[in-house]
């Protein structure tokens, strides 16, 4: 990732995700406003490197979420007050609570293991960050 602090990080993953057209481009600004609104409540930089922004908006129909790796580290504002490294965004539709708390405890458990953490931190491609994600889950 190119940012180098959480807005511009959320920005970032968001633009990604119209890009790939997991996200309509009219929805992009609703949706980082779910996003800002819940970043602004309590910061969602977990520590140890990691931060899960995330959200529910009435204009997805399925979970779309986007991973992000910093290698200069982003400032978020997090538990531990250290740099985040790893930034896994995802967006719920609206009135799916378990999905969401599912999908949150999911991303949080993975991240919490520190082998998983050290593969993403040297892998050396997107794919090969995907295949970790494929084969480790």
Same mark, same amino acid.
């Given at each position: 990732?190119?940012?180098?602090?959480?807005?511009?990080?959320?920005?970032?993953?968001?633009?990604?995700?119209?890009?790939?057209?997991?996200?309509?481009?009219?929805?992009?600004?609703?949706?980082?406003?779910?996003?800002?609104?819940?970043?602004?409540?309590?910061?969602?930089?977990?520590?140890?490197?990691?931060? @899960?922004?995330?959200?529910?908006? !009435? %204009?997805?129909?399925?979970?779309?979420? =986007?991973?992000?790796? /910093?290698?200069?580290? *982003?400032?978020?504002?997090?538990?531990?007050?250290?740099?985040?490294?790893?930034?896994?965004?995802?967006?719920?539709?609206?009135?799916?609570?378990?999905?969401?708390?599912?999908?949150?405890?999911? @991303?949080?458990?993975?991240?919490? !293991? %520190?082998?998983?953490?050290?593969?993403? =931190?040297?892998?050396? /491609?997107?794919?090969? *960050?995907?295949?970790?994600?494929?084969?480790?889950?």
């Amino acid at each position: 990732m190119k940012a180098t602090e959480r807005w511009a990080a959320i920005v970032e993953l968001i633009d990604l995700l119209v890009r790939l057209g997991k996200i309509k481009p009219a929805d992009r600004d609703p949706i980082l406003t779910a996003l800002r609104q819940r970043e602004e409540t309590m910061s969602t930089g977990i520590g140890f490197g990691i931060a @899960i922004p995330h959200c529910s908006s !009435d %204009r997805l129909d399925e979970v779309v979420a =986007a991973f992000g790796r /910093s290698t200069n580290g *982003i400032e978020f504002d997090a538990l531990d007050n250290a740099p985040v490294q790893f930034v896994v965004l995802f967006i719920v539709p609206k009135n799916q609570f378990q999905t969401h708390l599912r999908t949150l405890a999911s @991303i949080a458990k993975f991240l919490n !293991d %520190r082998s998983v953490r050290e593969s993403l =931190a040297t892998a050396k /491609s997107a794919e090969e *960050i995907l295949s970790i994600f494929r084969d480790r889950s």
